[in-house]
C-alpha cells in the first residue's frame, strides 16, 4: 500500500468524524507534561488537535503534524478560531518519506498506529534526534483495544514501552528512559461510549 492510500484512508477517518470545536487533550499529555516549562513541541500524528492546543495554551510554540489533510486543515482554523494560529503550525507529512524540520523541547506521538507500511522505529528515532538538549520524546501506544478502534483485530499485539525502545535503538549516553509503564484508564470515545483501556507509556530525555 503506497502513501497515496494511506493519505485516503486516514482522510477518509477523519471526514467521517463530526469536526470538533475544541478537542480534548489526551490525558497522558497533561500528565507528564503540565510540570515542564514551555518550549517547542512537535506533535506527530496531531489528529483532531487536542494535544496542539492545549499545549498552545500552556505557552508552547507547536508544530502539528498528520497525514490527513483534512485533519490538517482542521486543526488550522481551529487554532485561528481559538485564537492560537500564532502558536500553532498544522503542517501535512506522511512520516515515512517527509519529516518536519527542526529542533524540540518536546515531541509527542499519541497512537501512532497505522495499517499501512511505516517504519515506525525509523520515525520515533528521527524524533529522538530532533530533540533539543534536555528535550522529551513522549511516546503512548494503546496496550488494549477500545471498542470503538478502527483496528478491531483480535490477534493484534502492541508492543510494550520497554520493546518500543529496544526497537528505536538509542545510544544510552545521551538518551535516558525515564519512564516505562502501562497504566489503565477510563476513556470515552465517540458518542460518550466509555471503556477501560491501558496506554503504553514511554518517555525519553535528551541528555542536555
Known sequence: MNT?????FWDDVYAARPAATDPRPNARLTEVVASLPPGDALDLGCGAG???????????????????AVAVERLAALACAHGLGDRITAVRHDLRDSFPQGGFELICAHYLHTPFDLDRAAVLRSA????????RLLI????STAPWSWNQDPDVRYPTPHEVAAGIDLDPATWTVERADAPRRIATGPGGRTAEVTDHV???RRSA
Open 202 to 204: 514511554l518517555l525519553i
Open 128 to 135: 529522538a534526534h530532533a530533540l533539543r538538549p534536555d528535550g
Open 140 to 143: 503512548v501506544d494503546h496496550g
Open 4 to 8: 497515496t492510500d494511506a493519505v485516503m
Open 50 to 68: 487536542g494535544d496542539a492546543l492545549w499545549l498552545a495554551r500552556q505557552g508552547w510554540h507547536v508544530t502539528a503534524a498528520d497525514i490527513s
